[in-house]
């Protein structure tokens, strides 16, 4: 209750007609200013806040910042409270990825998404020495709490995982004799991403089984038990390496890849009526019950999730993950929460994100045209205080798509341009 | 002279509600016209359009809060007569928030009118004959983000006032006011003690009034803020066309059911 009062802009009785004015007069001064200023960009603010978060994991060995030299990575998020961008920079040379995200809490009054975008996640440390960068989409239910788990842990799974295997590895290649052959190599690598997405996943689950609503582990607190068993959520987890795309899923959050032009799922959804599914959940003694769509025992309307303790051995936490290799006409990588899939195909959703990233160069528009919808100021915010990357604007412009096809859910979504990165 | 008092004081506010139609209707017009007039003059100083888009965005907001001012006046006298006003139809009645209409609903229209044909012009995007730049021109990204965060400072707040309410509506069934509803009963007439509980409640109603007033203004302040002046001109427009229309089919729906009032 408090912090809404904090929240909120000034104290009390102080937002006078007369100040408001005033700070709008002040705002449009601003963007004026801004416009002027626009051939020497700086960087924006909301960037460094993200990356000022940068988490408390050990293995960060320096915060990631923003700099406007050459190489200047293009890193664009913007939004709520629901996001983690974590940025990792072992050395100046390291490739950044080029990505953009949007996380809204839409038509829902409640804010249950959640994202976490790690750059760097592993550094020159893994065995073919490759920079490795980690997004997820996290779509939480009976309750924020998982998926605010997720993001703040998921990742950490992930590398540690991962620095298991290559830690073993470490000891027994060092015998072996030089590069093997490529595809070896290769399929080794995809078993192991197989292997570390899984471990990462069942680690998550257990951390979520085992954590109630109220933050506490080990149910030392007063809490009703159900309170434990009743959140859950779900999980895309992205992992891009320069050859490969490598993405675990447990529900029904969704990535797809744009690749020349069409839509390649990376993910399927995991829904009780999927056939598989519904054979595994039958198998497992559970039932699948139409009640508004094929739900788990009637109560939840996916077959795979983290947490959701009431539904486990049926709705388990095992992802399933595909290994993708990087193509050259491959676009973008689009990750998303239902609120964008219910409502927009992938096929769609990769035209728009593919055209937003291919527009020719910013072209200074100075027209002062204005007509009801299409406002035409754009230089001012885009090229003046902080430009959006196009990735940011075609996770932007998805999201208000969804919002304009009447989505009522939480919308996330995060576009990650596969050209530039 | 209590009598009398209270019939004036019930004709006072309803004037007050009426008048503010009416400043509403006069508004949603200026603004339409404000926003013609820009649609048929593409090429006039830039500058000057934004001063001038900002002046009307002023005025309505002061209007606004000139009619909460004055409504809150008529309130300390009669705080039930705002929670359930004679003056509205029952369908403006039926969506009545704390005598007035919930804040989070602007970021709901706001939402719906930047989606407004948005898939016409999405299919022209796609088609090469409007820019990316002018289609994420309309809402750019810093603005979802402080939309999407002024709505859940919003709904928050809107919510902390809503169990508030609930606590003063439970009240009335506390033992206290329940011995005292029975003894007047026996006693007819009012108890001073009665009176007293009543008071202290009407107080509390009058304060619920002032805060979800506030956030009514404030929520619409923020919003105009995070918009661009012509953007905040036609979310006013389209704010005050809304509730004239649910008047407009209150009204109709009331006269259909054989409910008749005047105007």
């Given at each position: 209750?408090?912090?809404?009062h904090c929240s909120?802009p000034?104290?009390?009785?102080?937002?006078?007609?007369?100040?408001?004015?005033?700070?709008r007069?002040?705002r449009?001064?601003?963007?004026?200013?801004?416009?002027?200023s626009?051939a020497?960009?700086?960087?924006?603010?909301?960037?460094?806040?993200?990356?000022?978060?940068?988490?408390?994991?050990?293995?960060?060995?320096?915060?990631g910042?923003?700099?406007?030299?050459?190489?200047?990575p293009e890193?664009?998020s913007?939004?709520?409270?629901?996001?983690?961008?974590?940025?990792?920079r072992?050395s100046?040379?390291?490739?950044?990825?080029?990505?953009?995200?949007m996380s809204?809490?839409?038509r829902?009054?409640?804010?249950?998404?959640a994202?976490?975008v790690?750059?760097?996640?592993?550094?020159?440390?893994?065995?073919?020495?490759q920079?490795?960068?980690?997004?997820?989409?996290?779509d939480?239910?009976?309750?924020p709490?998982v998926?605010?788990?997720?993001?703040?842990?998921?990742?950490?799974?992930v590398?540690?995982?991962?620095?298991?295997?290559?830690s073993?590895?470490?000891?027994?290649?060092?015998?072996?004799?030089?590069s093997?052959?490529?595809?070896?190599v290769k399929f080794?690598?995809e078993?192991?991403?197989?292997?570390v997405?899984?471990?990462s996943?069942e680690?998550?689950?257990?951390?979520a089984?085992?954590?109630?609503?109220?933050?506490?582990?080990g149910?030392?607190?007063?809490?009703?038990?159900?309170?434990?068993a009743?959140?859950?959520?779900?999980?895309?987890v992205a992992?891009?390496t320069?050859?490969?795309i490598?993405?675990a899923?447990?529900?029904?959050?969704?990535a797809?890849l744009?690749?020349?032009?069409t839509?390649?799922?990376?993910?399927?959804?995991?829904?009780?009526?999927r056939n598989d599914e519904?054979?595994?959940?039958e198998?497992?003694?559970?039932?699948?019950?139409?009640?508004?769509?094929?739900?788990?025992?009637?109560?939840?309307?996916m077959?795979?999730a983290i947490?959701d303790?009431?539904?486990?051995?049926?709705?388990?936490?095992?992802?399933?993950?595909?290994?993708?290799?990087?193509e050259?006409?491959?676009?973008?990588?689009?990750?998303?929460?239902?609120?964008?899939?219910d409502?927009?195909?992938?096929e769609?959703?990769?035209?728009?994100a593919?055209e937003?990233?291919?527009g020719?160069?910013?072209?200074t528009?100075?027209?002062?045209?204005?007509d009801?919808?299409?406002v035409?100021?754009?230089?001012?915010?885009a090229?003046?205080t902080?430009y959006?990357?196009?990735s940011?604007?075609?996770?932007a412009?998805?999201t208000?798509l969804a919002?304009?096809r009447?989505?009522?859910d939480?919308?996330?979504v995060?576009?990650?341009?596969?050209?530039?990165? | 002279m209590?009598?009398?008092?209270?019939t004036?004081?019930?004709?006072?506010?309803?004037?007050?509600?009426?008048?503010?139609?009416?400043?509403?209707?006069?508004?949603?017009k200026?603004?339409?016209q404000a926003?013609?007039?820009?649609?048929?003059?593409?090429?006039?100083?830039?500058?000057?359009?934004?001063?001038?888009?900002t002046?009307?965005?002023?005025k309505?907001?002061e209007q606004?809060?000139?009619?909460?001012?004055?409504?809150?006046?008529l309130?300390?006298?009669?705080?039930s007569?705002?929670?359930?006003p004679?003056?509205?139809?029952?369908?403006?009645?039926?969506?009545?928030?704390?005598?007035?209409?919930?804040?989070?609903v602007?970021?709901?229209?706001?939402?719906?009118l930047?989606?407004?044909e948005?898939?016409?012009?999405?299919?022209e995007?796609?088609?090469?004959?409007?820019s990316?730049?002018e289609l994420?021109?309309?809402?750019?990204?810093?603005?979802?983000?402080?939309?999407?965060s002024?709505?859940?400072?919003?709904?928050k707040e809107?919510?902390r006032l809503?169990?508030?309410?609930?606590r003063v509506q439970?009240?009335?069934a506390?033992?206290?006011?329940?011995?005292?509803?029975?003894r007047?009963?026996?006693?007819?007439?009012?108890?001073?003690?009665?009176?007293?509980?009543?008071?202290?409640?009407?107080?509390?109603?009058v304060?619920?009034?002032?805060?979800a007033?506030?956030?009514?203004?404030?929520t619409?302040?923020?919003?105009t803020?995070?918009?661009?002046?012509?953007?905040?001109?036609?979310?006013?427009?389209?704010?005050?066309?809304?509730?004239?229309?649910?008047?407009?089919?209150?009204?109709?729906?009331?006269?259909?059911?054989?409910?008749f009032r005047?105007?």
């Amino acid at each position: 209750m408090t912090e809404v009062h904090c929240s909120m802009p000034s104290g009390d009785d102080e937002d006078t007609p007369a100040k408001c004015r005033e700070r709008r007069r002040r705002r449009i001064e601003m963007r004026r200013l801004a416009t002027v200023s626009s051939a020497n960009p700086s960087p924006s603010t909301a960037h460094h806040q993200k990356e000022n978060q940068t988490g408390t994991s050990g293995f960060e060995k320096k915060r990631g910042q923003k700099t406007d030299g050459d190489g200047n990575p293009e890193i664009s998020s913007s939004s709520s409270s629901g996001e983690d961008v974590k940025t990792v920079r072992a050395s100046p040379s390291v490739p950044q990825p080029v990505f953009g995200m949007m996380s809204v809490s839409g038509r829902s009054r409640e804010m249950e998404d959640a994202v976490c975008v790690s750059t760097c996640v592993l550094g020159s440390e893994n065995f073919r020495r490759q920079v490795v960068h980690f997004f997820a989409v996290y779509d939480g239910h009976g309750g924020p709490h998982v998926a605010a788990l997720c993001r703040e842990k998921m990742h950490v799974f992930v590398q540690e995982e991962f620095s298991r295997v290559i830690s073993t590895r470490g000891e027994n290649e060092s015998g072996g004799g030089g590069s093997s052959a490529g595809e070896e190599v290769k399929f080794e690598e995809e078993a192991t991403w197989r292997r570390v997405m899984r471990r990462s996943f069942e680690r998550m689950d257990e951390v979520a089984l085992s954590t109630c609503a109220c933050g506490s582990v080990g149910g030392q607190c007063g809490c009703h038990p159900m309170e434990v068993a009743l959140g859950g959520s779900t999980a895309v987890v992205a992992v891009l390496t320069p050859d490969h795309i490598i993405v675990a899923n447990c529900g029904d959050s969704r990535a797809v890849l744009c690749r020349g032009g069409t839509a390649i799922p990376l993910s399927i959804d995991h829904k009780p009526d999927r056939n598989d599914e519904l054979a595994r959940i039958e198998a497992a003694g559970g039932r699948v019950i139409f009640v508004n769509g094929a739900r788990v025992e009637g109560i939840l309307a996916m077959s795979r999730a983290i947490g959701d303790k009431y539904l486990k051995s049926v709705v388990i936490s095992e992802p399933e993950v595909t290994f993708t290799k990087r193509e050259s006409e491959d676009e973008c990588l689009i990750l998303a929460s239902d609120g964008l899939w219910d409502v927009l195909p992938s096929e769609l959703a990769c035209e728009v994100a593919r055209e937003c990233l291919q527009g020719v160069a910013a072209t200074t528009t100075t027209t002062t045209t204005i007509d009801l919808n299409a406002v035409p100021q754009i230089e001012e915010e885009a090229a003046g205080t902080s430009y959006p990357s196009r990735s940011a604007l075609a996770a932007a412009l998805l999201t208000r798509l969804a919002l304009g096809r009447k989505s009522t859910d939480n919308i996330s979504v995060i576009v990650i341009d596969l050209k530039r990165s | 002279m209590a009598e009398k008092g209270s019939t004036s004081d019930q004709a006072a506010s309803e004037r007050c509600f009426l008048e503010w139609m009416k400043i509403q209707e006069d508004s949603q017009k200026e603004l339409f016209q404000a926003l013609k007039a820009i649609e048929n003059r593409p090429n006039s100083n830039h500058e000057e359009t934004e001063r001038q888009l900002t002046q009307l965005v002023d005025k309505s907001i002061e209007q606004f809060q000139d009619y909460i001012d004055r409504r809150m006046q008529l309130a300390k006298n009669d705080v039930s007569l705002f929670f359930a006003p004679v003056w509205c139809s029952t369908r403006e009645a039926s969506l009545l928030w704390i005598a007035g209409c919930r804040p989070s609903v602007f970021i709901r229209l706001a939402y719906s009118l930047t989606g407004y044909e948005l898939e016409t012009r999405m299919a022209e995007f796609l088609q090469g004959m409007k820019s990316m730049e002018e289609l994420a021109g309309e809402l750019t990204p810093q603005q979802m983000e402080q939309l999407d965060s002024l709505q859940m400072r919003t709904i928050k707040e809107e919510e902390r006032l809503t169990s508030e309410l609930a606590r003063v509506q439970e009240e009335m069934a506390d033992q206290t006011v329940v011995g005292i509803a029975m003894r007047s009963m026996k006693e007819e007439g009012g108890s001073e003690e009665l009176e007293r509980a009543l008071e202290k409640q009407d107080g509390e109603m009058v304060r619920l009034i002032q805060q979800a007033d506030k956030l009514r203004i404030r929520t619409l302040n923020e919003l105009t803020e995070i918009f661009r002046p012509l953007q905040a001109v036609l979310f006013l427009a389209f704010s005050k066309k809304l509730h004239l229309s649910i008047r407009e089919w209150g009204q109709r729906s009331d006269r259909r059911h054989g409910r008749f009032r005047n105007s």
